[in-house]
Each structure stands twice: as structure tokens, then as C-alpha cells.
């Protein structure tokens, strides 16, 4: 199983559950674009590690008008945290997608048994 956290422009956040991983062809449709980017964010309450955002490749020559605030400072912790530097005032705008595989708990207790 696999959640994808969808964080979206205007601030809300979704979660959408897969039985597969998702593929390209499913985030497209999430995210509303035909070309992704993968990028690295930081967020301690998605992860302790840092973990992979896909976002809109085009989303700027999209004239996409609103900046992703979440995805942005997730992009800029994950920045600091690297010793990486992006342009000054640069932005993600669009959404951006996280893949969390789930663990399946109830699986390995039954192991246990």
C-alpha cells in the first residue's frame, strides 16, 4: 500500500491510498500536469529523512499563480540541510506529491503469531 500526500497551491492537503505504486500516469492526474520534476523536501512531520516532492516541471511557464508555501519551505529546509542553494527567491508553484510507502503491521503480527 502506498499513501501519496498531495500538498496543493492553495494550502489544503489531500492523502490518496494505492494498492500499487503510483506510477507517472497517476501522479499526472494528481498533481494536473504533463511533465513532472522530482525534487527533495524536508518536513519532520512527513519524515525524519529527506524524501522525494513531484511537482509541475512547467509550472512556472505555466503562469501558474500560486507558490506552493508548504512545498517551498519543505524545498528550502531540504536546501539547508544538503548544503544546496537555489536561486534567491526562487519558488515551487503548482502541487507537489509525496510517496509514503505504508507498512503493512497487521502483516508482520501475523508473522509473529
Same mark, same amino acid.
Given at each position: =500500500? #502506498?499513501?501519496?500526500?498531495?500538498? &496543493?497551491? !492553495?494550502?489544503?492537503?489531500?492523502?490518496?491510498?494505492?494498492?500499487?505504486?503510483?506510477?507517472?500516469?497517476?501522479?499526472?492526474?494528481?498533481?494536473?500536469?504533463?511533465?513532472?520534476?522530482?525534487?527533495?523536501?524536508?518536513?519532520?512531520?512527513?519524515?525524519?529523512?529527506?524524501?522525494? =516532492? #513531484?511537482?509541475?516541471?512547467?509550472? &512556472?511557464? !505555466?503562469?501558474?499563480?500560486?507558490?506552493?508555501?508548504?512545498?517551498?519551505?519543505?524545498?528550502?529546509?531540504?536546501?539547508?540541510?544538503?548544503?544546496?542553494?537555489?536561486?534567491?527567491?526562487?519558488?515551487?508553484?503548482?502541487?507537489?506529491?509525496?510517496?509514503?510507502?505504508?507498512?503493512?503491521?497487521?502483516?508482520?503480527?501475523?508473522?509473529?503469531?
Amino acid at each position: =500500500m #502506498y499513501n501519496v500526500i498531495l500538498w &496543493k497551491d !492553495n494550502g489544503d492537503e489531500n492523502f490518496h491510498v494505492f494498492k500499487h505504486k503510483p506510477t507517472f500516469d497517476d501522479l499526472y492526474k494528481l498533481i494536473g500536469c504533463s511533465l513532472i520534476e522530482i525534487t527533495k523536501g524536508y518536513n519532520p512531520e512527513v519524515s525524519q529523512k529527506s524524501f522525494e =516532492m #513531484y511537482i509541475d516541471e512547467e509550472g &512556472k511557464y !505555466n503562469n501558474l499563480s500560486y507558490p506552493n508555501k508548504r512545498a517551498t519551505i519543505a524545498w528550502y529546509e531540504w536546501q539547508k540541510r544538503t548544503n544546496r542553494q537555489s536561486l534567491p527567491g526562487d519558488k515551487i508553484v503548482g502541487h507537489a506529491a509525496i510517496i509514503k510507502k505504508v507498512k503493512d503491521e497487521h502483516k508482520d503480527s501475523i508473522k509473529d503469531l
